[in-house]
Nanobody, 119 residues
Framework: QVQLVESGGGLVQAGGSLRLSCAAS????????MGWFRQAPGKEREFVAA????????LYADSVKGRFTISRDNAKNTVYLQMDSLKPDDTAVYYC????????????WGQGTQVTVSS
């Protein structure tokens, strides 16, 4: 099965940018439909963005549309989340996740990376 490891989180001022990476090992990333999720303190985990196997189809939560961009490089076994125009409400632990199909639960999750946006 695939193992996922996120990186790239940190502290940034409002209006700034960060790029998160999710590196896959154990299996080829191209086998998986990938997503990014986030969980803020005291809140439920929520969907952020998803990308299909080839990278030519993406989906975003309304709250991040136009500010975040999901992409993948299957040759590098890595999925990215470019986050621009960050807001304090974007503060959360960000997780990448993978699944074999286009629908259904995500069985595979990374450990998460903290993103903190200061006002």
């Amino acid at each position: 099965q695939v193992q996922l490891v996120e990186s790239g989180g940190g502290l940034v001022q409002a209006g700034g940018s960060l790029r998160l990476s999710c590196a896959a090992s154990g299996r080829t990333l191209s086998e998986y439909f990938m997503g990014w999720f986030r969980q803020a303190p005291g809140k439920e985990r929520e969907f952020v963005a998803a990308i299909n196997w080839s990278g030519d189809s993406t989906l975003y939560a309304d709250s991040v549309k136009g500010r975040f961009t999901i992409s993948r490089d299957n040759a590098k076994n890595t999925v990215y989340l470019q986050m621009d125009s960050l807001k304090p409400d974007d503060t959360a632990v960000y997780y990448c996740a993978g699944r074999g199909g286009a629908v259904g639960v995500y069985p595979y999750w990374g450990q998460g990376t903290q993103v903190t946006v200061s006002s």
